[in-house]
């Protein structure tokens, strides 16, 4: 495990692996039986230990990195020494056939061991892939007002300027904002739009500091699509 994640308290690390299995921050509390404050805060601790601005990468890079402490463990060897597998040459012939029939034994025991493990790490490895990939985060819609019946919050980026319900803020009022709603009940729906001249790069960036506070599904996240320019 690389020194960055060794840094990681139980307590981060166990928020982190149901983060990386599909959990919500709601879900994630109630699975612990801790407040989704607390969930939150170790989020933000975790993700200020390993300099990541995004809770989902801090999951991931800790599930890849206990994935190569698993690798290791399975490529050591197993089995008995040269020296334990030789035949006994003072044996007689008959000594010689009752002497190799615990070493069929031990080859078997081996054999079906290593055929365990490998099962076992192709399976891990199957959730890992599966969990990384994950369902859609976002809902799509082509104008705010398709959502008139919901509660919501409105963050806009036009350019390099970025606006909650039309206020200008910034990342970090942004990220304290987020927090906020999510001890809401109902947390509101967010929605969240740009303009078509605002570089891709921006547009992920915010959309990553969204995502590591509020746990995006279609449900709670939706995305403005974006006219395109003329």
């Given at each position: 495990m690389i020194a960055?994640?060794?840094?990681?308290?139980?307590?981060?690390?166990?928020?982190?692996?149901?983060?990386?299995?599909?959990?919500?921050a709601k879900?994630t509390?109630?699975?612990?039986g801790?407040?989704?404050?607390?969930?939150?805060?170790?989020?933000r601790?975790?993700?200020?230990?390993?300099?990541?601005s995004?809770?989902r990468e801090?999951?991931?890079?800790?599930?890849?990195?206990?994935?190569d402490?698993?690798?290791?463990?399975?490529d050591?060897?197993?089995g008995l020494s040269?020296?334990?597998l030789?035949?006994?040459?003072?044996?007689?012939?008959?000594?010689?056939?009752?002497?190799?029939?615990p070493?069929?034994?031990v080859?078997g025991?081996?054999?079906?061991?290593?055929?365990?493990?490998a099962?076992?790490?192709?399976?891990?490895?199957v959730?890992?892939?599966?969990s990384?990939?994950?369902?859609?985060?976002?809902?799509?819609?082509?104008?705010?007002?398709?959502?008139?019946?919901?509660?919501?919050?409105?963050v806009?980026?036009?350019g390099?300027?970025?606006t909650?319900?039309?206020?200008?803020?910034t990342?970090?009022q942004?990220?304290?904002?987020?927090?906020?709603t999510?001890q809401?009940?109902?947390?509101?729906?967010?929605v969240?739009s740009?303009?078509?001249?605002?570089k891709?790069?921006?547009?992920?960036?915010v959309?990553?500091?969204?995502?590591?506070?509020?746990?995006?599904?279609?449900?709670?996240?939706?995305?403005v699509v974006?006219a395109p320019?003329?």
């Open positions: 960055p994640v060794e840094s990681l308290s139980e307590k981060e690390k166990e928020v982190l692996r149901l983060l990386l299995q599909g959990h919500d879900s509390a109630r699975d612990l801790a407040s989704v404050h607390s969930v939150n805060e170790r989020l601790s975790a993700r200020r230990k390993l300099g990541l995004s809770s801090a999951a991931r890079l800790l599930g890849e990195a206990e994935q402490t698993h690798k290791f463990l399975g050591k060897p197993f040269a020296a334990a030789a035949p006994d040459k003072q044996a007689g012939r008959g000594g010689s056939f009752t002497s190799q029939r070493l069929v034994l080859f025991g081996v054999l079906l061991m290593s055929l365990i493990i099962a076992v790490a192709l399976t891990w490895a959730s890992q892939n599966s990384a990939e994950g369902p859609p985060r976002w809902g799509q819609v082509r104008a705010a007002s398709e959502l008139r019946s919901e509660v919501r919050n409105a806009r980026l036009d390099t300027s970025l909650w319900n039309g206020a200008p803020i990342e970090d942004l990220r304290q904002y987020l927090d906020i999510t809401m009940s109902p947390q509101p729906v967010l969240f740009y303009s078509p001249e605002t891709s790069a921006r547009v992920e960036t959309r990553s500091v969204i995502e590591g506070v509020l746990q995006c599904t279609p449900r709670n996240c939706r995305e974006p320019a003329r």
